[in-house]
């Protein structure tokens, strides 16, 4: 079973699962990533309420309304944690004059990155890098309110998905998910107070599901064990 974007073409589907069948697996199953990591994340995907989830990865974010084990509305973004790393680079090379690695950029992202300003706490880090103008090693403290600023426009793109998922998603639905609230799951679910900025950006309460970081692969596993359950969800055989 291979998870896969929602807005995968029918070319990329059958790329996959012969990929999957050459690679030496009897049978290929196809499900969309949304699907999965609302099951890992202990979501009644089958049910007639609508279920929202939020999946942020490293590449993409994937934004899902799920009802009756299909996906009734959606919006798939390039925008996940690897460009949050890249607007930390972008923003230390420019405001600091400091060249760093993307190991270093998430390392900061996860020590002291918060998706919004905390008043009254202020942590900070030394960071190593090598300095522009004279090419030589040099350390800088910076801190948490700076990566805050640095990553919001990233993080406003991720929102503006959330917003159009929500825009199109059926009155019924959009009440159910205003009393329950969304899910999110992904590994980019653990920077500190994500939850908290989109829940202020949309008005719906955004709970982060547990162990954000294996809730895809968790799906993964349920589905293949429970194929009749999930039968309308997995999309190719092969």
């Given at each position: 079973m291979v998870s896969v974007p929602a807005g995968i073409t029918s070319t990329e589907r059958r790329a996959v699962t012969e990929a999957a069948v050459h690679a030496g697996a009897k049978g290929a199953y196809v499900v969309k990533e949304p699907i999965l990591a609302a099951i890992g994340a202990g979501l009644p995907i089958n049910s007639a309420s609508g279920n929202m989830i939020v999946n942020i990865g490293g590449g993409t974010s994937e934004v899902a309304v799920i009802a009756l084990g299909g996906i009734v509305s959606w919006a798939s973004v390039r925008v996940a944690g690897n460009k949050i790393d890249h607007a930390i680079t972008d923003y230390i090379k420019k405001k600091h004059n400091l060249a760093i690695g993307e190991r270093t950029a998430e390392?900061?992202?996860v020590t002291i990155?918060?998706?919004v300003s905390e008043k009254g706490k202020e942590d900070s880090m030394e960071i190593r890098g090598r300095d522009l103008l004279n090419g030589l090693p040099r350390t800088i403290v910076i801190k948490s309110s700076e990566i805050?600023?640095?990553i919001a426009e990233t993080l406003r793109e991720i929102i503006q998905a959330v917003k159009a998922v929500l825009r199109e998603t059926p009155p019924e639905l959009a009440a159910d998910i205003i009393e329950r609230g969304m899910t999110i799951s992904g590994g980019t679910a653990l920077l500190r107070n994500l939850d908290q900025l989109i829940?202020?950006?949309?008005?719906v309460q955004a709970i982060v599901a547990e162990e954000p970081l294996?809730?895809?692969a968790k799906?993964?596993?349920v589905a293949l064990e429970n194929l009749d359950v999930y039968k309308k969800s997995i999309i190719t055989r092969k």
């Open positions: 390392y900061i992202k990155g918060s998706a805050t600023d640095a829940t202020s950006s949309t008005g294996l809730c895809v799906g993964t596993g």
